[in-house]
């Protein structure tokens, strides 16, 4: 079961806080795993098996049942950065010293099936009991059960959030209807994710390239940079985050104001700063900042703002969680 984003304007008005409960919402990947006679089976949101990869997690689990979590990487089931994660994503198998240095874990969120009994008719707190009971009687190594957030009202909830994501890095908070089944898809009401502010740089236009479909004719993919010194290196690229008239007036821009061509690419005149909004930064080594956030898009166009004081590479890196 998939949440549903959390309008602040109107659902908080309608929901009483005391019919729902709150989790972390963690940096990972969703992931079902499966227990029971033999290996674990663990499953991706693609429904793709991806066991093979994470050996020292499905050979190290125990117990019999269907669980919903997050696969994370890290010790003592203190989460690494999501780039640690991707490190071991999309591989066929697992090196030993990927595996010593990023050991797999999943927070468990939910069950579905206790043994072989399907309890998803059931509500989430008891689910949750069932879910207790579990961890109870089977000790875990590479298991953790979520944690559930005490709040008294909205506001109080609020602030546990931000300070959640400054202190600790977490990506926001779940909130779950204690009453509600698990069901497939994405059914509104059960299941909200409140995510942390965004973190916001200005970054430089450096590269422009059209797009697709409905925008192949203007110039809406948008590399952008910081400063390095007094070159600017590029931290990411956004598709999105501007109204239709941005764009027009942005597509002007780029043609007015290139500089050299590259086949679809155009590099344009370091003149023209967008604030980016983005969930994280992470070290990336493809990037020639060795920077890269996560989740870009275009939050606001600077007309107004000069180039030059615009955010130097140290600043973005500074977002970097330390691993």
């Given at each position: ?44 949101r693609t ?6 990869a994470f050996?020292d ?20 089931f ?29 927070r468990?969120?939910?069950m579905?099936?206790?043994?072989d ?17 579990f ?5 875990q ?6 944690e ?13 959030r931000?300070?959640?994501a400054?202190?600790s890095g ?8 204690r009453?509600?089944p ?5 059914p ?22 059209r ?27 956004a ?10 007036q ?18 344009v ?21 060795g920077?890269?956030l996560r989740f870009?898009?275009?939050n ?8 030059q ?8 890196e ?6």
């Amino acid at each position: 079961m998939l949440s549903n984003p959390i309008d602040e304007a109107k659902d908080f008005e309608s929901l009483d806080p005391t019919d729902f409960v709150a989790e972390w919402k963690w940096d990972g990947i969703r992931v079902q795993l499966i227990l029971g006679e033999g290996q674990a089976s663990l499953f991706s949101r693609t429904g793709e098996n991806i066991a093979n990869a994470f050996p020292d997690l499905v050979d190290n689990v125990f117990g019999r049942g269907v669980l919903d979590g997050e696969l994370l990487v890290g010790h003592n089931f203190e989460p690494a950065s999501f780039n640690a994660l991707q490190q071991r994503l999309n591989r066929k198998t697992a090196t030993a010293k990927l595996m010593a240095e990023a050991p797999a874990f999943i927070r468990v969120y939910d069950m579905l099936f206790d043994g072989d009994t399907d309890i998803r008719a059931q509500s989430w707190t008891e689910r949750r009991e069932r879910l207790e009971a579990f961890f109870a009687t089977q000790p875990q190594t590479r298991l953790d059960l979520s944690e559930v957030i005490p709040f008294a009202d909205w506001d109080a909830l609020g602030t546990i959030r931000r300070k959640g994501a400054d202190e600790s890095g977490h990506e926001g908070v779940m909130i779950k209807l204690r009453s509600a089944p698990y069901v497939p898809g994405r059914p509104k009401g059960n299941w909200f994710k409140w995510k942390r502010d965004p973190n916001l740089v200005d970054a430089v236009l450096m590269y422009a390239q059209r797009g697709h479909g409905k925008r192949s004719s203007f110039y809406s993919d948008f590399t952008f940079g910081a400063w390095k010194g007094n070159e600017l290196v590029p931290i990411g690229k956004a598709y999105f985050g501007f109204t239709n008239a941005e764009l027009k007036q942005l597509d002007k821009w780029v043609r007015t104001h290139t500089t050299q061509s590259f086949g679809p690419v155009r590099e344009v005149e370091k003149a023209l700063v967008f604030e980016v909004a983005f969930d994280s930064a992470q070290a990336s080594t493809r990037h020639k900042s060795g920077v890269a956030l996560r989740f870009p898009r275009i939050n606001r166009i600077r007309w107004d703002k000069p180039a030059q004081e615009a955010a130097r590479l140290e600043e973005v890196e500074a977002l970097i969680p330390a691993t």
